[in-house]
């Protein structure tokens, strides 16, 4: 599957390198019975590279990857870390899913935005956070995943009337 078009970065003609910043706010989430959840805002992201990143509605995220030993210390759906973790899981997502997608777009680049990101909404873990997904992020990223839910959201993501038609059904199938 190509990367649709709607998840390209844009890379504008004029970058503002080194200035990362949040367009939007904390999305709301619909959370799923598989520990999941789904977003029901879009995100709008820059990165330290000037290139601008959004995550459409209806995105499936675990949150951030607090390994469940440490969930009693953070917890995944902290709103201090949660966009930074949605943009990072987008990113490696699209490496899974997306067989076109950008080769300048590589781990070290989704970690640093999990890092700048957090630097801006929670800089006491931002540290801590990237040095976790750079020694443990590699196996995540290197192993394929194949999600029924994640191909069926890439098909529709670019076409709002079928994005939530797709929404809808998702979470009437998860509440059954």
Known sequence: MN????????VPEFLKKNSPAWFSGV?????????????????SWR??????????????????????LLRWLWNPWDEATLRPAIIHDMRYMLH???????????????????????KIDCP???????????????AVYEHISYEQRM?????V?????KLNDWILKTIETDRQ
């Open 3 to 10: 990367t649709p078009k709607c998840l390209q970065p844009v």
């Open 27 to 43: 999305p709301k989430l619909f959370p799923l019975r598989d520990k999941t959840a789904m977003t029901l805002h879009s995100l």
């Open 47 to 68: 990165d330290r590279y000037g290139v601008f990143w959004t995550v459409p509605k209806g995105f499936i995220t675990d949150g951030a990857s607090v390994p469940w």
């Open 96 to 118: 899974d899913y997306a067989k076109d997608w950008p080769t300048f777009d590589f781990q070290k680049r989704a970690d640093l935005s999990l890092l700048d990101g957090m």
């Open 124 to 138: 006491q873990r931002a540290r801590t956070y990237y040095i976790a997904v750079r020694l443990v992020g590699r």
């Open 151 to 155: 191909k069926e959201w890439l098909q």
């Open 157 to 161: 993501v670019c076409e709002p009337d």
